[in-house]
């Protein structure tokens, strides 16, 4: 019996001495390391459909997506589809196409452990392609005394001009919150640049789908969106967080 007690201490001993031996790290830990999902948001621009519903001269449509490339950057598009009937002064016309724009975003907003919302500037290059109608036109004469309380009408059959296009740059500034888990609500503001477009000589470009109404003489143009998008992760990847004062979590690569 002697001999199983003398053994057993003699155990305790090496072991107590192993972890005297070990170094102790008495530094404390000021960053961890978890995982965050990646994938890719898809969801519509809400303004489009309530304004085809509100305006009868108007129909729109707009897909929007974006793919989390990093923490801060995301590859984000637009896609989409606009008609629109305006009445100016001497004519009434309709402008229908189709436009593209593909760019990135940038999240400025330092989120909390699990929040993916973002404040973001961003930049995009897009393209359209599209086709005027020229429904009617008036013809101005400065002899009223055959109308004098307006313009003689000159042509009521429609004349299309096909095959026209534009290319724009837009600087996006915007947000995306998350309401519920993976659903999004988004609103921007864009400011675009019109770098180079195609008219037909007997019309000129007056609103251009995408980019929207085009102003003589000047190549700027101002468009907004409100989107409802949804998150679909696709993997997860770990990333190294600092914290700032033991309280907010700023999130790093």
């Not at 975003?105 to 961003?122: K, L, P, Q, R, V």
């Not at 724009?168 to 915007?174: H, I, P, R």
């Amino acid at each position: 019996m002697l001999r199983y007690f003398t053994s057993f201490l003699l155990v305790l001993g090496t072991s107590i001495g192993f972890a005297q031996n070990k170094p102790i790290d008495t530094k404390p830990k000021d960053s961890v390391v978890y995982e965050q999902s990646y994938g890719l948001r898809v969801g519509i621009d809400l303004s489009r459909p309530i304004t085809s519903y509100l305006d009868e001269n108007y129909t729109g449509i707009e897909v929007v997506a974006d793919y989390r490339l990093t923490p801060k950057i995301y590859l984000a598009a637009e896609i989409g589809n606009e008609k629109k009937t305006k009445q100016e002064d001497l004519y009434n016309f309709t402008a229908s196409g189709n436009y593209i724009k593909i760019g990135v975003d940038n999240n400025t907003y330092a989120n909390w452990y699990g929040e993916h919302n973002s404040i973001f500037m961003g930049g995009r290059l897009a393209f359209s392609s599209f086709e005027n109608t020229l429904n009617n036109y008036q013809v101005f004469d400065s002899n009223r005394y055959w109308n004098p309380d307006g313009f003689a009408t000159s042509s009521t059959t429609p004349e299309e001009f096909k095959g026209l296009h534009a290319t724009w740059l837009e600087a996006v500034f915007g947000t995306k919150v998350e309401l519920f888990t993976n659903l999004y609500l988004g609103a921007s503001v864009r400011l675009a640049f019109l770098l180079s477009e195609k008219e037909d000589e007997r019309f000129p470009n007056l609103f251009i789908p995408g980019f929207n109404k085009v102003t003589d003489g000047s190549k700027f143009g101002v468009g907004y969106n409100y989107s409802i998008s949804y998150f679909l992760p696709l993997y997860k990847k770990k990333n190294k967080s600092k914290k700032n004062s033991g309280e907010k979590v700023e999130q790093t690569e």
